[in-house]
């Protein structure tokens, strides 16, 4: 499976605190994505990082690369309690000729924020 | 205009009905997707149009079929389906039909019942 694995699959902790998500893959890709989901309802997309950066910022989010490992890592600092979603990393692939790309998502992390 | 729009937002089908689920997008993208997503559960692909041309069929069963009419319309249509299809049905758009090195815009979801 070319799908990302996450850990941890839940994460509670208290307002205030900082939340790491990891995910692994297995293939080569062209970038990896981390999206956000509110109570089973659209994605939404975070941040972006391609497969020649290491770490990327966005406000209260880092996300890192680490391409000889096949792993990546969300950061979420001095969270809230309005951070409480399902977090799941994506990796984008090349698909065939290279005319269309894929989109696979890993298992995602539920975070509970406590206020 | 940075919105995907599916339609309807909820629907409950018998297994001898055929219906049909919407998605248009005005932001220009010429990559449309589709993704069934279960309960607890990570998003699975089901098909990637790229420039209204089926690109990627992930092994979907005919009972789901995927239209896509222009270029801001993607439609899937349902017959005879089983009480295990029911779930979130999710559509994404992204910019490129190329290589996926931009984000993905997801709407709502139309969640499905089989009855």
């Known amino acids: 499976s070319q799908q990302g694995e996450e850990d941890p699959q839940a994460l509670s902790i208290q307002e205030g605190e900082n939340a790491t998500m990891n995910c692994s893959y297995k293939t080569s890709i062209n970038n990896l994505q981390w999206y956000r989901q509110n109570s089973g309802r659209g994605l939404v997309h975070l941040i972006l990082?391609?497969?020649?950066?290491r770490e990327k910022h966005s406000g209260r989010l880092r996300v890192t690369l680490d391409t000889s490992k096949k792993s990546s890592s969300l950061l979420i600092t001095a969270s809230r309690a309005a951070d409480t979603a399902s977090y799941f990393c994506a990796t984008a692939y090349t698909h065939g000729s290279g005319n269309t790309g894929k989109l696979i998502f890993g298992q995602g992390t539920t975070l509970q924020v406590k206020p | 205009d940075t919105e995907v729009t599916q339609t309807p937002k909820h629907l409950v089908m018998g297994m001898t009905n055929k219906k049909s689920l919407k998605c248009e997008q005005h932001m220009g993208h010429r990559a449309m997707y589709w993704y069934k997503q279960k309960a607890k559960k990570p998003p699975e692909l089901m098909f990637v149009?790229?420039?209204?041309?089926?690109?990627i069929n992930e092994s979907v069963p005919s009972r789901f079929s995927p239209e896509c009419p222009n270029s801001s319309l993607l439609n899937l249509h349902l017959h005879a389906l089983q009480p295990e299809d029911s779930a979130l049905y999710l559509c994404?758009?992204?910019?490129?039909?190329?290589?996926?090195?931009?984000?993905?815009?997801f709407g709502q979801g139309t969640r499905l019942t089989v009855v």
């Open positions: 149009y790229s420039y209204e041309k089926l690109s």
């Open positions: 990082i391609r497969s020649n950066e």
């Open positions: 994404a758009s992204s910019p490129a039909g190329q290589r996926p090195n931009t984000e993905a815009f």
